[in-house]
Structures are given as C-alpha cells and as structure tokens.
C-alpha cells in the first residue's frame, strides 16, 4: 500500500455540501423535474389547510375553551414564526441532507402535530401539539419542495412555480367544503383526524425529491479521470483541512451565510417581503374570525374561501403565461399583487354586503395568486443558486422573529380597537414596504444615470480628438 494511499485511509474525507452542485450544474428545466413540481404543489396543497382552515376547523372549539382572541393570535403567530424559523437551519440544514430527507421528516411531524391537537384542553396544549409541531413540520415541508422545485428549473422556473401553486391551490377550493361537511357529521375531532390524515400525502411527495445532480444538463468529467489526476491534490487539501479546520461555530456561521445581511439592497427586500408576509398569513387565518363576526354562516364563509381559492388557482395556471409577455420585473408584478390584496383587505373591513364581500374575495384571490407565484422568484432572481437555501432561510428567520415580536400586538390591536383597526395597521405595514422598494429602485435609477454621463462625454471628447 503507497504512502498517499495509508494517508487516505486515515484522514476523515469531508463531506460534500449537498445544496452546492457546482459550477458545471445546469438546471434539467422539465424531465423529472416535472414531477418534483407535482409533488412539491400536492404536498401543499394538503399541509397548508392545517393552517388556513384554522378559523373554520378550530374556532368554535376554542370558544368553547375561553381560549382569547390573543392567545388565538399568538397561537396562529407561533406556529408560523416556528415555521418560518426552520430557515435559520436550511444552509447547515441542506449542507447535509437531500431536499427528499428533510421533506420526509417534516410530513412525519406535520401528522404528528395535528393529529395531537384533536384533544387539546387548553392553550398550552395547543401550543405545543399546534404550534410547535405542526409548525416545524410545515415549515420543513415547505422549504424542501421550493428548493427543490428551484433547483430543478433555471428558464423555465417562473412557469413551473406557477404550476406547482396552482395544484396547491386547489386545497382551498375543495377543503373548506370539506370541513363544514365533516365538522357537521364527525365533530370538530373526527375533522381534525380527517386533515391529519390527509397530510400523509406528503410523505408520499418527499419521495419524489431526488437529486437534482443526475438530471443536470452540465458537462461532468469522468469519475475515474478525476480521480486518478486529482488524486495528490485531494491529499495536500485534507491535509490542509486537518490543520485549517474551522469551528463548529465558526462552521455554523458560514452555513447561515451571513454575509447576505452586508448588502443593503438585500436587506430591504428582506425586510419589505417579512412585513408583507407577516400581514397577508395574519389576514387570511383570520377571514373566518372577521366574517363569522359579522354574522356570516359556515356556509357562505366555505363559499367565499372557495371563490378566492378559485380565483387564485386560476389566476396560478394562466398568469405565468402572462407574465412572460410583461415588460416587468418579478419585484414589480410582486407589488402589483400585494396592492390588489390591501385593496381587497380594505373593501372586507367596509361591508357587511355579502355580494361585495364576494367581490373583494375576487380581488384577494387575483393579487394573493400573483404573491405566492412571484414570492418564491424574487429571492432566487437576487443570489445565485447555491446561496438560495441560505438567502430563503435568512428570509424565514427574519419572518419568525417578526411575528414572534409582533404578532401579540395584532392580537392586543384586535381585542381593544376590533378587526376594521387591524386591517389597516396591516395594510400601512405592506404600503410602507413597497414604498421603501420603490425609492431603493429610483435611487439606484438616478445614480446609474450619473456614472453614465460621464462614460459619455469622454466618448464624445474621444470622437472629436480623432476628427
């Protein structure tokens, strides 16, 4: 046995980073990726009622438990921020599992979690089995199928987001009828049994998440080449590793990719998407608290859950196509949507007419589709691919810490001012975002417009100097 070869046997080879599929990667855009685009729009589409139906599954449990409104709050509030907090671990998280490991696990915890909170007594319970559980298990599932769906598509991800969200989307069609049909012959514990049941499907999707890396495009130089030319090169690095070997926090830190925070443009978007985000999840958990408030039955607020979810699966499917044709960034088409959803939010707070509650069910619906197709590329549009896990995780961290902090506040606002006040604290929240990205872009508007002036003119001098 050769001296390089003992010394192999003996040095501990690094594991390779499994989100960095290197530099030759170029993404399938279809083949299997297609299905990974199913699988990653059916696994939503049956995990996230657990929190959308929440109001309609949970609410009159909950009054009968003198549970408050802002321990309501803070129960919606903790399982989206513990959802969102799985971000801060996707760098470490995806460094060392495949998106199909990470997916199983949470489907498994999202069963577990809902599943529990059928027998909840009190509020502890619920937060534990709901909010805590649940919450992490959703947050898993979610982050494994975007990344994978991202990693999946480079040309075509825009089209294949819009697909994915719009099987997603056809949850919110079906299941709240669902619910108010087996609430009204089971019991509110035999629906919570029927939706936990219904996320195993999940489970079923994260096996869908191969490795991208088998269906790349990209050019790969033969294993064997690279192993006999390399070979020396490999020793002297583990070599070096051994002698340079970072911290485990030092190593941690690294992983998150902190870094991202130095850049300011990034740090806006950062902040615009949390407080927007923040507002629309804190919106839509509450339609049914907002509407049974002002005397509206299960049935007509199935009905209008139904309307938005129809409009947004519809407007999921065609607006891809659309979008391509506009002359826009995805920031831009973003703000579009988030405008569309406060003016909606706004009409809801003002009526109690049915038939324009209806309407602005329409409006919700349209600009709710185009923020959660465009939501996704925003982010994956500002970093490169092997920095996306990281960037997204900074995104859901900072979304959890938000509603950590804020999200008791929503809950005092609406116990002492009611639900019209709350609206339009959310609804200033999401205006001042997108204001902060519209002077961001005109700053940057006129500062490229000033080093371009310059450029100019000495071509002109230059033109004249040969005449």
């Known amino acids: 046995m050769s ?8 040095v501990k080879i690094k594991r390779k980073n499994k989100s960095d599929l290197g530099e030759n990667y170029v993404a399938p855009d279809g083949g299997w990726g297609w299905v990974v685009c199913v699988a990653s729009g059916v696994s939503n589409m049956v995990v996230l009622p657990g929190l959308q139906l929440f109001g309609l599954i949970y609410r009159k449990n909950l009054a009968a438990l003198n549970i408050s409104s802002t321990q309501i709050s ?17 760098g470490p998280l995806y460094s060392k599992f495949t998106f199909r490991e990470v997916g199983l696990a949470g489907s498994v915890l999202v069963f577990i979690g809902l599943l529990s909170s059928a027998w909840c007594t009190n509020f502890i319970e619920y937060v534990i089995t709901y909010s805590i559980l649940f919450g992490i298990g959703m947050g898993l599932t979610q982050t494994s199928g975007s990344l994978a769906l991202n990693t999946y598509f480079k040309e075509k991800r825009r089209k294949a987001t819009g697909f994915s969200f719009t099987i997603a989307g056809i949850g919110p069609i079906v299941l709240p009828h669902l619910a108010v049909c087996v609430l009204a012959y089971f019991g509110y514990i035999g629906t919570v049994l029927t939706f936990a049941g219904i996320t195993l499907i999940s489970f079923i999707s994260a096996v869908c998440y191969r490795p991208a890396l088998q269906f790349s495009k990209g050019v790969h130089a033969p294993r064997e080449n690279l192993e006999k030319g390399n070979e020396n090169t490999e020793v002297l690095l583990e070599q070096e590793t051994i002698k340079k070997r970072p911290s485990h926090l030092r190593k941690f830190i690294n992983d998150l990719d902190l870094g991202l925070l130095k850049d300011k443009s990034f740090l806006n978007l950062l902040i615009g998407l949390t407080v927007i985000v923040f507002g629309e999840v804190n919106f839509f958990v509450l339609v049914p608290f907002i509407l049974g408030e ?51 939010r706004l009409i809801v707070v003002l009526t109690n007419n049915f038939y324009v509650i209806i309407f602005a069910f329409v409006l919700l619906g349209f600009g709710k589709a185009i923020r959660t197709v465009i939501r996704t590329l ?90």
């Open 3 to 10: 001296e390089s070869e003992n010394l192999k046997s003996k």
């Open 294 to 344: 002002s005397g509206f039955t299960d049935q007509q607020i199935s009905l209008v859950m139904s309307i938005l979810a129809g409009v947004d699966i519809t407007v999921r499917f065609l607006g891809p196509f659309a979008m391509q044709k506009l002359p826009l960034g995805n920031k831009s088409i973003f703000a579009i949507g988030i405008t569309f959803v406060s003016v909606g």
């Open 74 to 90: 803070t129960l919606i509030n903790t399982e989206y921020a513990l959802a969102a907090f799985t971000g801060l671990f996707n």
């Open 378 to 467: 925003i982010i994956a549009d500002f970093v490169p691919l092997k920095r996306l896990p990281a960037a997204s995780g900074l995104q859901l961290v900072a979304t959890a810490i938000f509603s950590f902090a804020a999200g008791p506040l929503i809950g005092l606002a609406k116990q002492y001012w009611g639900f019209a006040v709350t609206i339009h604290i959310l609804n200033a929240m999401s205006m001042t975002s997108l204001l902060s990205w519209g002077i961001e872009d005109m700053i940057k508007r006129m500062s490229f417009k000033k080093s371009k002036l310059p450029a100019e003119e000495n071509i002109e001098l230059e033109t004249c100097k040969s005449l």
